[in-house]
């Protein structure tokens, strides 16, 4: 097991609500992302952190917005979420450029 | 435009034989292509990588491919199990030039191996 905790794992919620999803990390890993898993699309890169307080867009991140205040923790928000957000969330670390990501569970999170 | 194609959704296989699963891409930038296996209700498991410098890297029963010329690289389980199903994904990436080494994913390949 790769050490990384996602939170929570499933989550209901309306249209325009704010949603903030956890990744938790204890490998000390500087990089982590959060990607989206819909069908027909693979996964998809939303943002990335390669350090504290250093993040970047990915693919897809129109309406999604991230936080690294410590090394372990990495939050995605979404502001104001729309249907369209309905998706499984995978949240992944990486110790290096030369070192494959590993992947925490997912959230499976359902926009009404 | 898809950067790393999986044209087959899926696969169907016995026990015992060979799997064998596709992967296309397209960016000649990418120098580091990986694996991960996919059960339902988890997260993709890393399986197995290859550098573009090598054009074959075997880890147990998987082995897998890269032939930089057709920009395509393969997966090969020998023999199969019924565990192996699952959904694979090939992904690559480009570690030097900006983009941080991110990567870019194909679709994936349902695999079924039938006991």
């Known amino acids: 097991d790769a050490g990384i905790t996602q939170s929570p794992r499933h989550k209901v919620t309306e249209t325009g609500t704010p949603v903030t999803l956890r990744c938790h990390q204890t490998?000390?890993?500087?990089?982590m992302y959060w990607y989206r898993q819909d069908p027909g699309h693979g996964l998809r890169l939303i943002h990335y952190?390669?350090?504290?307080?250093?993040?970047d867009k990915g693919e897809v991140s129109d309406g999604y917005s991230v936080s690294r205040s410590k090394t372990e923790d990495f939050l995605l928000t979404l502001e104001s979420a729309t249907s369209s957000q309905t998706s499984v969330y995978f949240c992944?670390?990486?110790?290096?450029?030369?070192?494959?990501?590993?992947f925490g569970d997912g959230t499976r999170l359902s926009i009404l | 435009d898809q950067q790393v194609k999986q044209n087959s959704p899926s696969l169907s296989v016995q026990e015992g034989r060979i799997s064998i699963l596709n992967c296309d891409y397209t960016?000649?930038?990418?120098?580091?292509f990986l694996w991960y296996k996919k059960y339902p209700a988890e997260g993709p498991t890393f399986l197995i990588s290859?550098?573009?410098?090598?054009d074959k890297n075997e880890d147990g029963r998987f082995t897998v491919f890269l032939n930089k010329s057709a920009k395509h690289l393969s997966l090969h389980i020998v023999p199969s199990q019924p565990g192996d199903s699952a959904v694979y994904f090939c992904?690559?990436?480009?570690?030097?030039?900006?983009?941080?080494?991110?990567?870019?994913f194909g679709k994936g390949t349902k695999l079924s191996v039938k006991p």
């Open positions: 992904a690559a990436s480009a570690r030097v030039g900006g983009s941080q080494g991110n990567l870019i």
């Open positions: 290859i550098s573009s410098i090598k």
């Open positions: 490998e000390n890993h500087r990089y």
């Open positions: 960016n000649s930038m990418f120098d580091y």
């Open positions: 992944a670390i990486r110790d290096s450029l030369g070192q494959p990501q590993h």
């Open positions: 952190s390669y350090g504290v307080k250093d993040t």
